[in-house]
């Protein structure tokens, strides 16, 4: 058992320009999981995947931000023309599935600043 | 998911045990209570999670009161690496759909006092 790997874990961009990070999860996990996180809060819910099927965006997914797991097993999240809000801890968490109250296991994130 | 209540913030003296407390009052049957911490700069970290009985692991121990409507989580010898952000965190059963996530709130920032 890797963990969860995410990659960069650094990103510093310009306002405008487009970034795209990925997450490798657990290699026998089934559902995979973004989350944002400012400084001073938890982490927040932005999608989640069952296999390469996109099953829940939250209102905070705006139409700028996509996601995608082709083939099932690493995601990647792609911001597009990125806001200085944007600036955040990008998480990553992947679960087994089965009972449906596996534990999700998080990446240690990429840490985005717009500038 | 219910909402949890925690004290934003506590200390504690290394090797004693540390006891962080949660409410979650208007917890449903089906849904189990999750711990998680969270140390500067990293993800989250699963400590624990129980549904009505208590529960041990090698890292903590979790009781839940007989009506469910609140619970501690006990680190038993706290270390200074044990300092971090602890989230409590009540979850629902998959049920048919649904993201079945984790919803965070603020958390108890613990600290370990030498």
């Known amino acids: 058992d890797t963990g969860v790997s995410q990659d960069p874990r650094h990103k510093i961009t310009k306002r405008g320009q487009n970034v795209t990070f990925r997450c490798d999860p657990i290699s026998e996990h089934n559902r995979l999981y973004w989350y944002r996180q400012t400084l001073g809060q938890g982490p927040e819910f932005l999608t989640y995947?069952?296999?390469?099927?996109?099953?829940?965006k939250s209102r905070l997914l705006s139409d700028r931000f996509s996601a995608e797991r082709p083939k099932g097993s690493f995601s990647t999240l792609e911001i597009q023309r990125t806001e200085q809000g944007d600036s955040a801890m990008y998480l990553c968490a992947s679960s087994g599935s089965g009972t449906g109250v596996s534990p999700l296991h998080f990446g240690n994130g990429t840490r985005l600043t717009v500038t | 998911d219910a909402k949890t209540t925690q004290p934003p913030s506590m200390d504690c003296a290394e090797g004693r045990a540390a006891n962080l407390p949660c409410n979650h009052s208007?917890?449903?049957?089906?849904?189990?209570v999750y711990w998680y911490r969270q140390i500067h700069s990293q993800g989250p970290q699963y400590i624990i999670h129980?549904?009505?009985n208590n529960e041990t692991n090698e890292m903590a121990s979790l009781i839940i009161t007989e009506d469910r409507k609140s619970s501690t989580l006990i680190l038993p010898h706290a270390t200074l690496r044990d300092t971090a952000v602890y989230y409590c965190i009540v979850r629902a059963l998959l049920g048919g759909g649904g993201a079945d996530g984790l919803t965070f709130g603020k958390g108890t920032h613990l600290i370990i006092q030498p």
């Open positions: 208007t917890i449903s049957g089906n849904e189990y």
């Open positions: 995947f069952q296999n390469e099927a996109q099953l829940e």
């Open positions: 129980g549904l009505k």
